[in-house]
C-alpha cells in the first residue's frame, strides 16, 4: 500500500520507514508536526521537536515531499485512552489537545494524496503515542492503517540493527542518567556500548524510550543523500552531575552524496515469525509422538438435543454477580416467544439491546463489559455479524473470544454471547493494538487484545496470524499453533509490562484451547492435533521470560536445560507445571474458527496483587511474597457421585486457587460409571469433597458447559450435564446452576494432557 510517514528525523521514525519498504510498500511522503514558530523545543508528551530545523533535510533525502504544520494545542487529554469529544463543549477542548494537530495533518496529506492507505509510527513502547495515533489515522475520514514495525521490540536488538543497517543517527538531545552534553553529536555506534552499560547499571532504555535521549537521522538505507552538519551549538537547559538536559541546535546542514558503501535495504533485518521462544515450541510440537490411525477413534458429531425443549425456545438470559463483577449468560437475539428476526443484522442488534437492558437493570452499560464469548452457528456471518458488534463499544474494547459452534438440534440462533462486566469501568485497562507490527496481530475485529480489570487478566482468543500483514499459514498446523500461542504470551507480557507487575508475582490460570475439527472428520488426524496443542502448552514450563527475544544465547538446537531454572512465562510458582494447569481442548467443527484457523488460544490470568479500587492502597504488607495465602494452590481430584436416578457420576477437577484473585478458573469434567466402576459412596472425607465443589461451582462467577457431540452422543451429554448440575445444585435455596449456564455444543473435548472429556 501506499504510505505516509510520520516523520521526526530521528532514528525510530526513519528505521519504521525502511521497514515499510521492506514489507512492500511504498513511501509517498513524509508529515511533521513542528513546534510554534520562534521555538526551538516544546515538552510534548506526543511528539519529538528538537532537531525540526533539519527534518526537512531528511525528506529531502528521502526524496518525497514533507507536509508540516505546527503543534498548536496542548496535552489536555493525558489519559491512556484518548477519546475525541462528541458534545459541542468538549469539542471546543478537544480542538485545542495536540493530538487533534495530528489529524489536521494527516487530512492535509490525504487531500493531496487520496491514494494513501498507510500511515508509518515509529512507536516502540509508547502506549501513549501509540494508541492516539491510531485514533486518529483510523478515523472515517482518513481510514490509514498503522505500521508500526518496530513496537514491542527488544530495545538491545533494535539498537543494534539499526546500527548494522547503516542507520547513521546522532544524539542531538540528552536527558538521561550518564548522558551529557559530550555525547551530543555522536553516532548510535559509537554510544552503543554506552548506552547497554547505563541499561545494565541504571535500567536506562537502550533506545532511549524512557526519554533519555533523542537522535536526528543523518543516513540511512533508504536516504538518496546523506546528511552533513555544518554548523551547530550545543544549549543546555539544566545541568547535572548526572542528568544534565542539552540539546544540539542545528544552524547548518547539507545534504551530500552517499558513499559508493552505503548500506543496502537488504541489510535491514526483518524479525522471524518465531521469537526464541516460539521456535522452541514449534520444535516441540513438530517431534510430538502422533497417535496412529488404529489407535484413535474420535466419529464426526451428529446433531445435539435443544438446551431447553424440542421447540427450540432458548433458556433465558442471567445474571450473576460475585463482588464487582457481573457475568450475563445466555445473551441472545430471539424474541420471548423463541421466534428469530428475519435478517442476521437484526438479531445482533436485538442481542445487543438485551445485553444493554440486562446490564442497565444492574446500574451498568456496555462500558462496564470487560469479555465478551461470541457464539456464532456459522463462521460465514462473522463480517455482518462483526459489522453491528463494532458499533457497540467504544475506546477500550472488551477482549473477545470468536468461535462458531454446534447448532443444537431445533436451536434457531444463529449468533449468542455471554459476558463479564465490572462495576466500575475507570478499574479496567485495556491493551488495544490497531496497528501492525512483529509483535502480535492487529485487531482483526473491534476488540481488545486483553484486559485488566481488578488484577485479573483475559486475553482475547489468539489465532496464528503473521503480524507483519496479518496473513495465515492456512496448511501449516503446526506454525499456526506456535503463533498464537506466542501472541497470547507476548500480549500477556505486555499486560504486566504495562502494569509494572513482576512475572514471578503473577500467574496463568489456565484457558481454552478451540481446536478446528477437520472436514474428513477422521480420528487419527485430529486427535494428532489435540496432541500437539497438548505438547505446545506442556513446553511453556520450561520457557523462561528471558527466552522472548530474536537471538538464542543458548544455541537454537539446543535443550535449554539452564530454563528449568529461571521463571516460567506462566508464573512464578513452578509446581503450577503447565500440564497441570486447567486447560480445556475443545473441537469447534470445520471452518469454525476466524479466518479459517486452526487453533485458538485464549487465556485467564492475575497479576498476584490484591485488588483494590483507586481510593484504597494495598499495604506493603498485602503484597508480601512470602505471605503464604497470596501463593497460587493447584488443586486436582475426583469424586465419584450418584444422581436422583441411582446412576454413578465421577466428576474430576482441577483449578487453580489464590487469594488475592476475586474469580479463579476452574474445569470440571464428568464422566458416566457403572455401579462396578464406582470406586466410592459419598461418605466421610468425599462427602466432605463433595460439598466443598458444590459450594465452589455455586459461588462461581460463569459456568459454561461444555458438550460433546462426538459419536452421536450430544443428546446423552446434554441430559448427562443437566443431571450433574442438578445433582450440585440440590438442596441449595439459591438453586439456579442450570439457569446460569451457557452450553456450548463442540464435536469433542479433552482436559488436560488426556483422553476425550464427557462434558
Keep these: 500500500m501506499k504510505v505516509v510517514g510520520l516523520l521526526s528525523g530521528g532514528k525510530d521514525s526513519c528505521f519504521n520507514l525502511c521497514h515499510c519498504v521492506r514489507q512492500g510498500h511504498e513511501i509517498v511522503a513524509v508529515a511533521t508536526l513542528a513546534p510554534p514558530s520562534g521555538k526551538d523545543e516544546i515538552d510534548s508528551y506526543m511528539y519529538q521537536t528538537v532537531g525540526h530545523d533539519a527534518v526537512h533535510l531528511v525528506a529531502q533525502a528521502l526524496d518525497v515531499p514533507l507536509y508540516r504544520k505546527s503543534i498548536k494545542g496542548q496535552a489536555l487529554n493525558q489519559d491512556l485512552q484518548y477519546r475525541q469529544a462528541s458534545t459541542s463543549a468538549s469539542a471546543a477542548t478537544a480542538a485545542t489537545d495536540e493530538t487533534e494537530d495530528l489529524f489536521d495533518l494527516l487530512l492535509e496529506v490525504k487531500r493531496n494524496h487520496p491514494d494513501v492507505e498507510g500511515v508509518s509510527v515509529g512507536a516502540i513502547l509508547s502506549n501513549y503515542q501509540r494508541t492516539r495515533v491510531e485514533h486518529v489515522a483510523l478515523r472515517p475520514e482518513l481510514q490509514l492503517v498503522p505500521l508500526t514495525y518496530l513496537w514491542q521490540r527488544s530495545q538491545d536488538e533494535l539498537l543494534a540493527e ?53 537522535t536526528l537521522t543523518l543516513d540511512c538505507p533508504l536516504f538518496k543523500h546523506s546528511i552533513e552538519l555544518v554548523e551547530t551549538e550545543i544549549v543546555t537547559h539544566a545541568e547535572a552531575a548526572f542528568a544534565s538536559v542539552a540539546y544540539l541546535k542545528i544552524a547548518k546542514a547539507q545534504l551530500v552524496p552517499k558513499t559508493n558503501d ?120 462473522f463480517l455482518r455479524v462483526n459489522a453491528v458488534y463494532k458499533r457497540q463499544f467504544q475506546e477500550g474494547p472488551p477482549s473477545r473470544a470468536c468461535v462458531g459452534i454446534r447448532v443444537a438440534k431445533g436451536d434457531i440462533r444463529r449468533v449468542s454471547l455471554d459476558a463479564a462486566a465490572i462495576e466500575r469501568p475507570e478499574d479496567q485497562r485495556s491493551l488495544h493494538v490497531q496497528g501492525r507490527s512483529y509483535w502480535a496481530p492487529a485487531n482483526i475485529g473491534p476488540y481488545s487484545q486483553a484486559m485488566l480489570a481488578r488484577e485479573r487478566i483475559t486475553i482475547a482468543g489468539q489465532i496464528g496470524l503473521r503480524p507483519a500483514d496479518l496473513s495465515l499459514p492456512t496448511d501449516d498446523y503446526d506454525l499456526q499453533c506456535a503463533l498464537a500461542l506466542q501472541h497470547a504470551r507476548r500480549i500477556y507480557l505486555a499486560v504486566l509490562d504495562g502494569a509494572a507487575v513482576s512475572i514471578s508475582d503473577a500467574i496463568v490460570e489456565g484457558g481454552i484451547c478451540w481446536i478446528e475439527n477437520l472436514e474428513e472428520a477422521s480420528g487419527a488426524p485430529l486427535l494428532g492435533r489435540v496432541v500437539k496443542a497438548q505438547v ?120 487453580l486457587q489464590c487469594s488475592r484473585s476475586e474469580s479463579p478458573f476452574g474445569i470440571m469434567s464428568v464422566e458416566e460409571l457403572s455401579r462396578v466402576q464406582s470406586s466410592a459412596s459419598l461418605n466421610g472425607a468425599n462427602q466432605e469433597i463433595f460439598e466443598a465443589l458444590k459450594t465452589r461451582l455455586a459461588d ?6 461444555f458438550i460433546s457431540g462426538a459419536g452421536g452422543a450430544g443428546e446423552g451429554s446434554l441430559s448427562l450435564a443437566s443431571r450433574v448440575l442438578g445433582v450440585l445444585d440440590s438442596h441449595r435455596k439459591d438453586a439456579d446452576l442450570e439457569q446460569r449456564t451457557t452450553v456450548v455444543p463442540v464435536d469433542a473435548l479433552f482436559v488436560g494432557s488426556g483422553g476425550p472429556g464427557k462434558n
Aim: charged share 25%; proline share 4%.
Design 536 to 655: 505446545a502448552w506442556a513446553r511453556q514450563s520450561q520457557l523462561s521470560a528471558e527466552t522472548i527475544g530474536q537471538e538464542d544465547t543458548t544455541g537454537e538446537d539446543g535443550d535449554e536445560e539452564e530454563d528449568n531454572f529461571a521463571t516460567s512465562w506462566l508464573g512464578g510458582h513452578r509446581q503450577a507445571a503447565a500440564l497441570h494447569l486447567p486447560m480445556l481442548y475443545a473441537v469447534v467443527p470445520f471452518r469454525g474458527l476466524p479466518r479459517g484457523a486452526g487453533i485458538e488460544w485464549q487465556l485467564t490470568a492475575c497479576t498476584g496483587r490484591r485488588a483494590t479500587t483507586r481510593t484504597v492502597e494495598a499495604t506493603d504488607e498485602d503484597d508480601n511474597d512470602m505471605d503464604p495465602a497470596a501463593v497460587p494452590r493447584l488443586e486436582r481430584g475426583s469424586v465419584d457421585v450418584s444422581d436422583l436416578d441411582g446412576t454413578f457420576l465421577r466428576l474430576r477437577w482441577s483449578s
Design 700 to 705: 462461581a462467577l460463569s459456568i459454561r458447559a
Design 262 to 381: 552505503a548500506a543496502k535495504l537488504d541489510t535491514v533485518q526483518v524479525p522471524d515469525d518465531l521469537d526464541v521462544a516460539g521456535r522452541r515450541t514449534l520444535k516441540a510440537i513438530q517431534g510430538a509422538a502422533l497417535p496412529s490411525s488404529t489407535t484413535a477413534s474420535i466419529a464426526a458429531s451428529s446433531s445435539l438435543a435443544d438446551t431447553n425443549s424440542t421447540t427450540g425456545k432458548p433458556r433465558p438470559s442471567h445474571i450473576k454477580r460475585s463482588g464487582q463483577w457481573l457475568h450475563l449468560s445466555n445473551v441472545h437475539g430471539l424474541s420471548e416467544e423463541g421466534n428469530r428476526p428475519e435478517s442476521l443484522e437484526q438479531e445482533t442488534e436485538d442481542m445487543f439491546k438485551q445485553l444493554q437492558n440486562s446490564l442497565h437493570s444492574a446500574g451498568m452499560s456496555l462500558r462496564n463489559v470487560n469479555h465478551v464469548n461470541l457464539y456464532l452457528s456459522s463462521q460465514s456471518d
Design 162 to 214: 539499526m546500527v548494522n543497517a547503516g542507520v547513521n543517527a546522532v544524539l542531538i538531545k540528552v536527558a538521561g542518567i550518564g548522558l551529557d552534553e559530550r555525547d551530543l553529536g555522536k553516532s548510535l555506534a559509537q554510544m552503543q556500548p554506552k548506552l547497554r552499560k547505563l541499561n545494565s547499571m541504571y535500567g536506562a532504555h537502550v533506545c532511549g524510550e524512557g526519554g533519555e535521549y533523542e
